[in-house]
């Protein structure tokens, strides 16, 4: 009797994330870094300009006056919590002037934005492909036509909001596997008329009525709410191995709490070759689905910088390693995994050409120095459950960049912070849904996990047990797998 009771309480199961799912606060980020880039002036760069200007302008006659002008726009908000997801993401953008058709449209572009060089020359060919997709939304610019809030403007238009436009990004948000996007602004009508948005280094806007208008409410502002996520599950693997590998060098690097990366080739005038090659290798091992009813939503792979003085890439290596290897050893595979694409190229985390304890150091949160990296892709297609990384730093460089292993230990800052190992340490982080049709996943609440206690807690052999720990229990004649 009490297995058929267990065999269909079983087909009502419900999966928690821990024993109680707390709500996330609202994340509201401004850019992290903004500008525009001119198409007809292709070295020409917004840098860090007060303002975003949108133009698209052809002239058949002398092509010398076309111009074309686009906004970009890099975001990086909170991740989404353990057990709760994305709810909702709005993106307020402030109009400084509208000249002509005030309709501009919204992209997302495959690329990260930096004030200091980014330039149409840089990312020309992103934005053209851009471009030739679907926007993710259009919206017609709001404010006194082509007038700036400093200009003599009607009184209706002396308020902040009658200036600022609110785009609905929620979907666009939702489809994300990361927490950084970067939007590519465009105005659409070919017109010699151009229009401008404020960027996050707008200043205070006095108006000619004496009234002012605050640099807070006119910069690009993404509001990101959470709510407890439903029929999902999180799951955590660390580095089962990692090392780096150094080319003509017989030394191993298995038990170095960071992994050194860069590669330097020059062939100098008297015929001599630098040849330079610190690459890394990381191994992790794939739990299981917490069910056959689950498949994978996303895996984020997160690495802490030790080091921040450039770039990383991570490629598949199909080779056969140890912690103990060496370079000469792996060098075809090594050779293999340069042949591939990158499953992903990203810029470190961290105070710029700083390492984490050398002075001057300001960044004293491990969060300003993690690197959440979207590996969903590759993580979907591989057949088995080991994930094989082939790790560089990209740039032909002598600067070497660096990022713990698992065996980090504790770090002391110059100030006096404390990096744990326990937060410095690879992490593969993995979110699993419920396939359509299968069970619906729901976290627990205190409410409900208060009434569960009430009305008693069984183990799956049918006795009962005051306090749910880890383990797969019934509940309120449910199934409930605590983490």
């Given amino acids: 009797m009490k297995q058929s009771l267990l065999k269909?309480?079983?087909?009502?199961?419900l999966v928690v994330t821990g024993n109680a799912v707390l709500a996330?606060?609202?994340s509201v980020t401004q850019p992290t870094a903004d500008t525009w880039v001119r198409g007809n002036s292709?070295?020409?760069k917004g840098g860090t300009s007060n303002t975003l200007e949108v133009k698209t302008y052809t002239n058949a006659d002398d092509p010398t006056k076309s111009n074309y002008f686009y906004a970009l726009l890099s975001f990086e908000f909170t991740a989404p919590e353990a057990g709760n997801e994305v709810k909702s993401a709005t993106?307020?953008?402030?109009?400084?002037?509208?000249?002509?058709?005030?309709?501009?449209q919204l992209f997302p572009i495959d690329c990260t934005v930096d004030e200091g060089s980014t330039d149409y020359n840089a990312v020309g060919e992103l934005i053209e492909s851009a471009k030739a997709g679907e926007p993710i939304c259009s919206l017609n610019l709001k404010g006194d036509g082509n007038k700036a809030p400093t200009d003599a403007i009607a009184e209706a238009f002396q308020t902040v909001d009658a200036w600022q436009n609110v785009v609905d990004l929620t979907s666009y948000v939702k489809s994300l596997t990361g927490n950084r996007f970067t939007l590519l602004i465009v105005k659409p009508m070919d017109q010699n008329s151009?229009?401008?948005?404020?960027?996050?280094?707008a200043t205070d806007q006095e108006l000619k009525n004496g009234s002012v208008f605050a640099a807070t409410d006119l910069v690009p502002l993404l509001t990101v709410d959470y709510q407890e996520a439903t029929g999902t599950t999180q799951l955590t693997a660390g580095a089962s191995a990692d090392t780096f590998v150094r080319k003509g060098n017989?030394?191993?690097?298995g038990s170095n709490p960071t992994m050194e990366l860069y590669t330097y080739y020059n062939e100098k005038e008297d015929g001599s070759v630098e040849d330079l090659d610190f690459?890394?290798?990381?191994?992790?091992?794939?739990?299981?689905a917490p069910s056959a009813d689950d498949e994978l939503q996303s895996a984020t792979l997160r690495l802490v910088t030790e080091r921040a003085k450039g770039s990383i890439a991570l490629y598949p290596y199909e080779g056969q390693w140890a912690e103990n290897a060496i370079y000469e050893e792996q060098a075809t595979a090594i050779a293999e995994a340069r042949a591939k694409e990158a499953i992903a190229t990203v810029k470190l985390a961290g105070q710029s050409n700083k390492a984490v304890t050398d002075n001057g150091v300001t960044m004293n949160t491990v969060e300003e120095w993690t690197n959440l990296i979207d590996i969903t892709n590759y993580v979907k297609s591989l057949n088995g459950n080991n994930v094989n990384l082939f790790i560089v730093n990209p740039a032909n460089t002598k600067t070497s960049v660096?990022?713990?292993t698992k065996e980090a230990a504790d770090v002391t800052l110059k100030d006096g912070s404390v990096f744990a190992a326990a937060d410095l340490v690879p992490q593969l982080m993995l979110t699993y849904k419920k396939k359509a049709g299968g069970e619906t996943g729901i976290s627990l609440n205190k409410n409900s996990m208060d009434k569960a206690v009430s009305q008693g807690i069984y183990t799956m052999s049918g006795q009962r047990v005051s306090k749910a720990t880890r383990g797969i229990y019934i509940m309120n004649g449910r199934k409930v797998v605590v983490k």
Avoid at 91 to 104: A, F, M, V
Avoid at 250 to 253: A, D, E, F, I, L
Avoid at 279 to 288: K, N, V
């Fill in 250 to 253: 017989k030394t191993n690097y």
């Fill in 279 to 288: 690459a890394g290798l990381m191994s992790l091992q794939l739990p299981a």
């Fill in 42 to 44: 292709p070295a020409s």
């Fill in 24 to 26: 996330q606060e609202t």
């Fill in 194 to 201: 151009s229009s401008q948005i404020f960027s996050r280094e």
């Fill in 91 to 104: 993106l307020r953008l402030t109009t400084r002037y509208k000249k002509g058709d005030s309709e501009i």
């Fill in 402 to 404: 660096k990022v713990y």
């Fill in 8 to 13: 269909m309480l079983a087909l009502m199961a």
